[in-house]
């Protein structure tokens, strides 16, 4: 359980993980490729219009928001929030995005969220999701150089001066 605020600590701010806003420009070059067809024969193929309107829609809406109340899920159409108390764990498939592990034994995707942004979801969860860089780093911090075995890493150099 995170800690009580107080007026000495600061708030926690979202975090919302998103797709990236360079997704646009697949969406404008499939907009240019679908354009030579519906150019050349307008009435067989004006439906294709549809697809980066598509495209450039999905890119606006998917994300996943992290507050310290708990996460907002967004898709296409439609979306939902979960607070922490319904998230027992986070399951990151080999492909795909993350998924939240539900008190029901359900699962929910979070759009977006994959391993290397799980820093963000910690800094945004006020502490109920650990970091494991920040938990690795520390304990390289911490361990001793195996092959050092404690002695001056200099006085095992060999001498080049002369002497």
Not at 70 to 91: K, Q
Request: hydrophobic content about 45%; glycine content about 8%; charged content about 20%.
């Amino acid at each position: 359980m995170p800690p009580e605020s107080s007026s000495h600590t600061t708030d926690i701010p979202k975090q919302v993980i998103r797709i990236s806003p360079l997704a646009y420009i697949g969406c404008a070059f499939l907009l240019f490729a679908v354009s030579f067809p519906i150019f050349g024969w307008p009435a067989a193929f004006g439906w294709l219009l549809v697809a980066p309107i598509l495209a450039a829609a999905w890119v606006a809406r998917v994300r996943t928001t992290v507050t310290p109340e708990g996460l907002h899920v967004r898709r296409l159409v439609g979306g939902r929030a979960l607070s922490w108390s319904e998230i027992t764990g986070f399951r990151f498939p080999k492909r795909g995005w993350a998924r939240a592990t539900l008190t029901d034994g359900g699962e929910v995707a979070l759009p977006v969220v994959t391993f290397d942004r799980l820093p963000q979801l910690a800094a945004a969860s006020g502490g109920r999701i650990p970091d494991p860089y920040a938990a690795a780093a520390a304990d390289a911090e911490q361990a001793p150089d195996p092959a050092s075995d404690g002695e001056d890493p200099d006085k095992n150099q060999p001498r080049t001066d002369g002497a």
